[in-house]
């Protein structure tokens, strides 16, 4: 007998019914990226369809998102200074801080989290403390976990480190928890890669290390079971939530991690895939329906939450 797996394609709503994957905006979470000022919404050029924003501005921003049903956002901040220790990154008066009060002021609904890393406020641009010329891992964890306490402070529903130093999952849980804010979840970019897609984040965030890289803290793409071990450590010290970072170029782990973990898992489309993606559109080489094929793909391969430049784009191609 021929088998007729066509049947089941012949219609939309056959093919609707009959879908495996579900993915819809309630399932994605859209990076905004703060800055000094006022009355700022520039477009970022390495980033078409993504815009700088002053914290007046994020009122409307967030609003707007809800109404597409984009109900969860990620705030990256470019503090007006930078010095040797990222104090701007823990400064109660931080950009961070001051985006997450407003938003929560004017859109109270809204889940904010934030990511809690130092590169963004360094003048050296590293992710923690530079001691001689070198990343110190322990130095570093008093200063993520004051950071990530003030962002808790200021109403932050998540904190997500991103600096993947050694046991700051756990500097940050216990400071959380001995300062009255137990019921602040962590989001950890547990399996981070050293990767080349995040070229216009480091642009657009102006994060980019002033001298040699950060492959000696992030992970070597060539390495699998190590993201696994990653993983297991963020769980054993606190981690609501892992996150495996890119996503496009790192499927096989999202779906190895999904299946090991009983924790929500996350994956970044980060800003590499997402500025090739808008770029192949806007020259007319791809349908701008690759959005979703991008976006199921990564549900497909096991991801509850999407960290995604694509959500306001993604809601309005969204049919289901």
Request: negative net charge; contains cysteine.
């Amino acid at each position: 007998m021929i088998q007729r797996p066509r049947r089941l394609r012949r219609t939309p709503a056959i093919r609707e019914l009959c879908a495996e994957t579900d993915l819809t905006p309630r399932h994605l979470v859209q990076p905004l990226f703060v800055v000094e000022g006022k009355g700022v919404r520039n477009e970022i050029p390495s980033m078409p369809g993504c815009y700088h924003l002053s914290v007046d501005q994020l009122g409307k921003e967030v609003g707007e998102l809800a109404t597409l049903g984009l109900r969860s956002v990620i705030l990256f901040g470019l503090p007006g200074n930078k010095d040797e220790v990222g104090s701007g990154a823990y400064d109660p008066d931080g950009i961070i801080q001051r985006a997450v009060k407003e938003i929560k002021d004017r859109r109270p609904a809204t889940v904010v989290i934030t990511d809690v890393c130092l590169c963004e406020y360094t003048s050296h641009g590293h992710c923690g403390l530079l001691v001689g010329g070198q990343v110190d891992n322990d130095a570093s964890l008093e200063l993520l976990a004051r950071t990530a306490r003030s962002h808790a402070q200021a109403g932050a529903d998540l904190v997500a480190p991103s600096d993947m130093m050694d046991g700051r999952v756990a500097a940050i849980r216990d400071e959380l928890d001995a300062s009255g804010f137990s019921e602040v979840a962590i989001m950890a970019y547990s399996a981070k890669y050293a990767s080349a897609f995040y070229g216009p984040f480091r642009d657009a965030a102006r994060s980019a290390p002033q001298s040699g890289d950060r492959r000696g803290y992030q992970m070597d793409f060539r390495n699998g079971r190590e993201a696994l071990k990653e993983i297991a450590l963020d769980l054993d010290e606190g981690a609501d939530i892992v996150m495996v970072k890119p996503a496009l170029c790192y499927l096989d782990l999202v779906r190895q991690v999904r299946d090991l973990v009983d924790v929500p898992v996350a994956a970044y489309n980060v800003s590499g895939e997402y500025t090739m993606v808008v770029k192949a559109i806007r020259e007319g080489l791809v349908d701008e329906r690759i959005i979703l094929e991008v976006l199921f793909s990564i549900r497909r391969a096991g991801a509850d939450i999407i960290l995604t430049y694509f959500g306001r784009d993604f809601a309005r191609l969204y049919e289901g």
